[in-house]
C-alpha cells in the first residue's frame, strides 16, 4: 500500500540518495535554473519541504514543495516531482499536501512544469492559467 510522509529536516539526507534520482529527473526541465545539490540545500536551510512516496518500504516518488505568499494569495507550490508509477502514488500525494496547504491557509496548489503534466493533472480541478516564456539572452 502507498504511503506518502513529509521527511522532516534532520531526515533528508537519510533518505536523499533514495530518491536523488527522482528530483535530478525533475531538475534536468528547469533548464539550468536549478541542480539536484541545490534542490537538496534548499531543502536543508528549511523553507522548501520534501515529501516522498513509498510502498512497503520502496520509494516510488517524490515531490518538493514551498510555501509562496504573494500579496494577495497564498500558496503551495509544487516545485518539483519525480518517481516512478506516478498512476499509484499520485492522488495519495495530492491528498496530503491538499491538507497541509490547508492546515497553513493557503488558497491553493500551485505547479510549474513541463506541458506533458498538464494530462496528468487533468482529472485533479488544476487549470493552466499561462504559459512561461524565456528568451535567452
Not at 539526507?13 to 528547469?30: N, R
Not at 497541509?100 to 503534466?117: N, Q
Amino acid at each position: 500500500m502507498i504511503e506518502v510522509s513529509i521527511v522532516p529536516v534532520e531526515c533528508v539526507d537519510a533518505c536523499w540518495d533514495k530518491i536523488e534520482g527522482f528530483i535530478g529527473k525533475a531538475a534536468k526541465y528547469t533548464y539550468g535554473r536549478y541542480t539536484t545539490a541545490n534542490i537538496h540545500d534548499l531543502v536543508l536551510d528549511g523553507d522548501y519541504q520534501l515529501w516522498v512516496a513509498f510502498d512497503d518500504g520502496i520509494f516510488k516518488g517524490a515531490v518538493v514543495t514551498n510555501i509562496v505568499t504573494y500579496p494577495q494569495r497564498k500558496l503551495l507550490c509544487m516545485q518539483f516531482c519525480g518517481g516512478e508509477e506516478l498512476k499509484d502514488w499520485k492522488d495519495p500525494m495530492l491528498s496530503i499536501l491538499r491538507r497541509f496547504a490547508k492546515d497553513l491557509g493557503c488558497d491553493g496548489i500551485e505547479s510549474t512544469a513541463r506541458p506533458g503534466w498538464a494530462k496528468i493533472f487533468q482529472n485533479d480541478g488544476y487549470a493552466a492559467n499561462w504559459v512561461t516564456f524565456e528568451l535567452p539572452l
